[in-house]
């Protein structure tokens, strides 16, 4: 089972990122797609779910309305667009998978940088 986010990177406040989040080696369309982020000295938050057919996102308050979080269930990824990015964004953001109605296994990824500085 893999998870690979890529994306991540430095960009100035005000600015734009897409993340991606490869997934292999279980049923992609059977899970539930999120994405958390972990800032310096802090604990890891939700920021972004999918559900497994890409009919409903939910959205941390922080971030409604800047990111959109998607799907693409032919390619086994998700996504992350990350608009008018702020100082506070800045974290490492891991993709993560759960089973969305049965038992099983659930996934992170190992996280990929992204640094909102002027």
């Known amino acids: 089972v893999q998870l690979v986010e890529s994306g991540g990177g430095l960009v100035q406040p005000g600015g734009s990122l897409r993340l991606s989040c490869a997934a292999s080696?279980?049923?992609?369309?059977?899970?539930?797609m999120s994405w958390y982020r972990q800032a310096p000295g802090k604990e890891r938050e939700s920021v972004a779910a999918v559900t497994s057919s890409g009919g409903s996102t939910f959205y941390a308050d922080s971030v409604k309305g800047r990111f959109t979080i998607s799907r693409d269930n032919a390619k086994n990824t998700v996504y992350l667009q990350m608009n008018s990015l702020k100082h506070e964004d800045t974290a490492v953001y891991y993709c993560?998978?759960?089973?969305?109605?049965?038992?099983?296994?659930?996934?992170w990824g190992k996280g990929t940088l992204v640094t909102v500085s002027s």
């Open positions: 080696g279980f049923t992609f369309s059977r899970h539930v």
């Open positions: 993560y998978a759960a089973p969305a109605s049965f038992p099983g296994m659930d996934y």
